[in-house]
């Protein structure tokens, strides 16, 4: 004969009235008058959760545990599931007299830190009072974070365990392969984390180590291209996950198809990647960044705004091309002289970001461009003091969230993309919403379905 120890997580849905489940809000109030008047009640109540598990092994149980939540907090107390607990309680104890104990979990029940505190603790208890005891819990009922905790913990902590699930419209009882679906649930909790600070390359490794063998690393490895600026391949993986999923979500995937027609949609790339490095507070990778927007949103204004077309890419055309454009245009070469302090007009003038700013106010002052010349050497000066002596210049100090508050005064360092598209607008050029946060949208429903 076998010793059952029975758990349970009592949520919402585990006591019903009339077959219907309470309202929301209003729970632990309901719980409270069901409970106090339960003689009036108790031929309307249902337990649906609960009742198979003892219909399947009341006649061995030994004791039941019920997991209810009662918390501190008197602010959040409207969904308690104290008193469902106190009505289960004595629903088993007057039908089946089985020895039914409530533990009462104090907490906000959505921390799972909490949550793994609480159920740790039980379960090294529990092991030590019914170590040759078979122990059944319900995956049915309760919130995530509890359940979550519970299926982890009894696995690893307790010898003998039986996980089951309740099917809401049959009522049956389904075996869980605990195993299995709690490595199932470790991938997906860890890659959401990883997903939090875009790590669609860490996500991709996770899945593979574990056997997933899912469409999904397709979709993984067009973000982790894409966020590498290898758009070629990134498109190349996109096309490969379109080829295995519906025409419906093909047309949403569509717009992800990256077109890159000119140098305005590679800034829009960098500006996007400049997001992602400063959520994750990677900053030294930033400004790395961000020296190379001002450099190359330079280069883009000076040939806006003097109708030219620079080949900025390649230096000794570059060079040769700028030269002669100057020697062409000799007010705009003598405008640019004079801020750089040369002396002689033969002077020969590189164009990195000075040379661009000054031709570009001097164009300014024509108003032959409308571009905020003065925020952009704003965000140059900026740049180039933590820059200079970084790790992706010229020295090897590292730069701090304390380096950069200390630097900005009273400005946040998170204003400084939207100054980057508000200097974007102001020569023409709109930034669209970065299109990673909606591949974090999708990436997070399909992590979820796993």
């Not at 598990?53 to 907090?73: A, C, G, H, R, W």
Request: glycine share 4%; aromatic share 12%.
């Amino acid at each position: 004969m076998n010793n059952y120890i029975l758990l349970f997580n009592i949520g919402n849905r585990d006591v019903k009235l009339d077959q219907k489940e309470l309202e929301k809000g209003h729970i632990n109030e309901k719980g409270e008058e069901i409970f106090n008047n339960f003689e009036s009640y108790k031929d309307k109540v249902s337990l649906e959760i609960v009742e198979p598990f003892l219909n399947e092994f009341s006649s061995e149980t030994k004791k039941i545990y019920l997991f209810v939540t009662d918390q501190y907090d008197a602010n959040f107390k409207a969904n308690d599931t104290i008193f469902f607990g106190k009505i289960i309680q004595r629903m088993i104890q007057e039908k089946y007299s089985i020895e039914c104990e409530i533990r009462s979990y104090p907490f906000n029940p959505t921390d799972y830190e909490k949550a793994f505190e609480f159920f740790g603790e039980f379960f090294i208890e529990l092991d030590k009072n019914y170590n040759n005891d078979m122990f059944i819990i319900s995956n049915s009922g309760g919130v995530p974070a509890m359940k979550f905790a519970m299926l982890v913990l009894a696995t690893n902590l307790l010898n003998q365990i039986n996980i089951y699930s309740v099917n809401e419209k049959s009522h049956d009882l389904k075996l869980i392969p605990h195993k299995k679906t709690l490595k199932k649930e470790f991938v997906k909790q860890s890659g959401l984390a990883l997903l939090k600070t875009y790590d669609y390359l860490g996500i991709n490794s996770l899945l593979i180590e574990n056997n997933f063998n899912s469409n999904l690393s397709f979709l993984l490895r067009y973000a982790t291209e894409r966020y590498s600026f290898n758009f070629e391949q990134a498109n190349e993986n996109l096309i490969q996950y379109l080829k295995t999923i519906d025409e419906l979500e093909k047309k949403k995937l569509n717009p992800f198809i990256i077109a890159i027609k000119d140098n305005d949609s590679l800034l829009r790339e960098l500006i996007f990647n400049m997001e992602i490095k400063l959520k994750n507070k990677e900053y030294t990778d930033f400004f790395g960044r961000l020296y190379r927007f001002v450099e190359a949103f330079a280069q883009r204004s000076f040939d806006r705004a003097a109708k030219t077309n620079i080949n900025w890419e390649n230096k000794d055309e570059r060079d040769i091309q700028f030269s002669a454009f100057l020697d062409n245009h000799l007010e705009l070469k003598k405008h640019i002289q004079k801020y750089l302090k040369l002396t002689t007009v033969n002077d020969n003038i590189t164009p990195n970001y000075l040379p661009l700013y000054h031709g570009i106010t001097f164009f300014k002052m024509s108003k032959a461009t409308l571009v905020d010349v003065t925020s952009l050497n704003k965000l140059y000066q900026n740049v180039d003091k933590f820059r200079h002596k970084s790790i992706i210049a010229h020295g090897f100090k590292g730069i701090s969230e304390d380096d950069i508050n200390a630097e900005l005064k009273n400005k946040k360092i998170e204003d400084i993309i939207g100054n980057i598209k508000s200097i974007c607008a102001s020569d023409g050029m709109e930034i669209p919403e970065n299109p990673f946060n909606s591949l974090n949208i999708l990436l997070e429903h399909k992590l979820n379905e796993l």
